[in-house]
């Protein structure tokens, strides 16, 4: 896959998982219409968490850092029989295993309710009990479809695991305003299972279409299974560390002011959606050329493909970051401020939306250094930054919540803390490994990145300031005006500044969408 095939697949993925985070935002504030910031949401959101976790530990760890780069290797070397053979009997038993887990998840939720919310009492415990009973099969759906996606990706075709979210998000946004009404948080969980199965079938049928060779087998002697769960262990180690410290964050934020968990929730979605739309879709695309460049020693390649990772989802993150804090009011308000959802909640939520902001490039940046380590079937080193990741956070979280007055704040200021100590950590090694990531052009094109979204920045905030002392944000046209108008005019400066400065990056990024354009006219 050539550097030009890996922009035209990235400008697909961006295209499709920007229609997907944008129902992703119908759906959230859906539930803010019908429910609120409320305990009924912090106890939906944190039913979730069981579940998550074992989609991370089992799907995320599975397929990321071993499926894919062994079955991609086999594929690269032209033994697609043997990819099979290897690849059917791994994907069975993680099938066990999820099986498993579901089961004995739903019979043990009474006693697993308490690690992801241990101040919940009475008729809220009871609540997030019964929600997680029904989250389990839900994720169970879902972690299948991430096996299907797995496949999907290890040859190379994206259009079915992009389609796959935005069914299940349109599930959820019918489910919740045909039916929240009158069956009450309970019809956005079953929405929750229909939008998994959905997205569970458009894998399952995509996947066949291509006729490899799957078998009802499982080959544990086989050298490439063996491999596959050796890199398999430790990425679910260091999941479960990231995992950890999540719940250990939500526990905290279960003994805040009623709505916390909900509004964390809210704030780190809304900083995810740059992130998911071009950082995930650029390390998504990539993924697959980086593990083929690392399977056969092209380094050189390897370097060049991480670099123009890199500056690609820089050109996009680092203007949306402070986009996202100079306008993360006016966001909330326009996004959730409806219904239930009160102008307080907004201004709670938009506060950790601020904090959150800053985590943004080095997310972003963990996107592609991770899968540099997994290109490398090194599954350790992301361990062991983990845990150190982890004694950071759980450090700040108890530091900013006793020794400040930041509250829920302070939980997505230490979030950002400790994701920088992640990045930073990560790119050091892999730069040593690498012999250089070719940091002096990323270094230039980064500098002129953030002297044009400071441009950016000033244009917006002369813009808010103009129009929010004008408008009647009671109405949902006024708040569409106050938001939509500074980003626009924001964009606008920012591409002409960055043009002005003659940076490649635009090019690059307008070259993957605009082939994506030609390509659906074609």
Request: aromatic content about 12%; some cysteine; hydrophobic content about 55%.
């Amino acid at each position: 896959m050539s550097q030009r095939q890996v922009a035209r697949a990235a400008g697909f993925m961006m295209v499709a998982i920007l229609a997907s985070r944008l129902l992703g935002f119908v759906r959230e504030r859906a539930v803010a219409d019908i429910f609120g910031r409320s305990a009924v949401t912090d106890a939906f959101f944190a039913a979730f968490s069981i579940p998550d976790l074992m989609y991370y530990l089992l799907v995320g760890g599975a397929l990321s850092a071993a499926f894919i780069p062994v079955f991609t290797e086999y594929l690269a070397k032209g033994k697609e029989a043997e990819a099979w053979h290897v690849g059917s009997s791994f994907l069975n038993l993680i099938f066990l295993l999820l099986l498993g887990f579901t089961v004995l998840g739903m019979i043990f939720s009474p006693y697993l309710a308490p690690l992801v919310a241990y101040d919940f009492s009475g008729e809220r415990l009871v609540l997030l009990i019964s929600l997680m009973r029904i989250m389990f099969p839900a994720v169970f759906f879902t972690a299948l479809a991430g096996l299907g996606m797995g496949i999907l990706y290890s040859y190379k075709r994206f259009g079915p695991p992009a389609l796959g979210p935005i069914i299940y998000n349109i599930a959820i946004i019918i489910a919740t305003y045909a039916l929240g009404r009158r069956y009450g948080v309970y019809a956005l969980a079953a929405g929750v299972v229909c939008g998994a199965v959905g997205n569970f079938l458009t894998q399952f049928c995509a996947a066949r279409k291509l006729n490899a060779g799957y078998r009802w087998r499982i080959d544990l002697a086989h050298p490439g299974v063996r491999k596959m769960f050796k890199l398999m262990l430790p990425s679910v180690f260091g999941l479960s560390i990231i995992q950890l410290n999540l719940l250990v964050t939500q526990n905290l934020a279960s003994a805040l002011p009623e709505g916390s968990i909900t509004a964390f929730r809210l704030a780190n979605r809304l900083m995810q959606l740059p992130l998911g739309v071009f950082a995930m879709a650029v390390s998504t695309a990539a993924f697959p050329t980086m593990t083929t460049q690392a399977a056969l020693a092209e380094l050189a390649e390897l370097k060049q493909t991480v670099s123009l990772s890199l500056r690609s989802i820089y050109y996009i993150t680092i203007p949306a970051m402070l986009g996202l804090m100079i306008l993360s009011e006016p966001i909330v308000r326009l996004l959730y401020q409806t219904g239930e959802f009160t102008a307080e909640d907004t201004v709670i939520t938009a506060g950790a939306l601020v904090f959150f902001s800053l985590a943004l490039f080095s997310q972003a940046t963990l996107q592609i250094i991770t899968r540099v380590y997994y290109s490398f079937q090194d599954t350790i080193t992301p361990v062991k930054i983990g845990v150190i990741t982890f004694f950071v956070n759980f450090g700040l979280n108890l530091f900013f919540l006793n020794f400040t007055n930041l509250q829920l704040h302070g939980l997505a200021l230490a979030f950002s803390l400790s994701s920088i100590v992640n990045m930073v950590i990560a790119v050091v090694i892999i730069r040593r490994r690498l012999g250089g990531i070719d940091g002096r052009r990323i270094t230039v094109a980064v500098t002129k990145m953030f002297c044009a979204a400071l441009v950016m920045s000033a244009v917006v905030l002369a813009t808010h300031s103009y129009l929010a002392g004008r408008l009647n944000l009671e109405l949902m046209r006024a708040r569409a005006i106050e938001t939509l108008v500074p980003i626009l005019f924001g964009a606008v400066t920012y591409f002409a500044v960055t043009y002005a400065l003659k940076m490649e990056e635009l090019h690059q990024v307008l070259n993957a969408f605009s082939r994506k354009i030609k390509h659906r006219k074609s």
